[in-house]
């Protein structure tokens, strides 16, 4: 897969993990980890990706002692994942049109 296309897609995946309710690290990989491969490092890259782009807010909570870091899906995260439901629409157009030659053969 394109690297930009799998980049965009994993974006949105996070997204969809705390988009309805706040989340952790390790509870987002294991929420995405059925649908596809995310390490804990590139994780860890695409959430401060995500905040930096506004889509998602941290808050600290003390837990067994610890610090755990939850994140909290924005205005702009939400769009973000409407707007990714849009381009699949049309990814989807351009893939039946693809694949509409090996249907008619």
Same mark, same amino acid.
């Given at each position: 897969?394109?690297?930009?296309?799998?980049?965009?897609?994993?974006?949105?995946?996070?997204?969809?993990?705390?988009?309805?309710?706040?989340?952790?690290?390790?509870?987002?990989?294991?929420?995405?980890?059925?649908?596809?491969?995310?390490?804990?490092?590139? %994780?860890?890259? /695409?959430?401060?990706?995500? !905040? @930096?782009? =506004?889509?998602?807010? *941290?808050?600290?909570?003390?837990?067994?002692?610890?610090?755990?870091?939850?994140?909290?899906?924005?205005?702009?995260? %939400?769009?973000? /994942?409407?707007?990714?439901? !849009? @381009?699949? =629409?049309?990814?989807? *157009?351009?893939?039946?049109?693809?694949?509409?030659?090996?249907?008619?053969?």
């Amino acid at each position: 897969m394109d690297a930009q296309l799998k980049r965009g897609i994993l974006d949105v995946c996070v997204l969809a993990a705390i988009k309805n309710e706040d989340s952790y690290g390790y509870k987002i990989i294991k929420d995405v980890s059925p649908f596809l491969e995310l390490s804990e490092s590139t %994780l860890y890259t /695409i959430l401060k990706r995500l !905040e @930096e782009a =506004k889509m998602l807010v *941290t808050r600290s909570v003390e837990h067994n002692g610890r610090l755990r870091k939850y994140y909290h899906i924005t205005n702009n995260g %939400l769009a973000r /994942i409407e707007e990714f439901k !849009e @381009e699949f =629409k049309e990814m989807m *157009t351009v893939y039946k049109f693809i694949c509409k030659e090996d249907i008619d053969d």
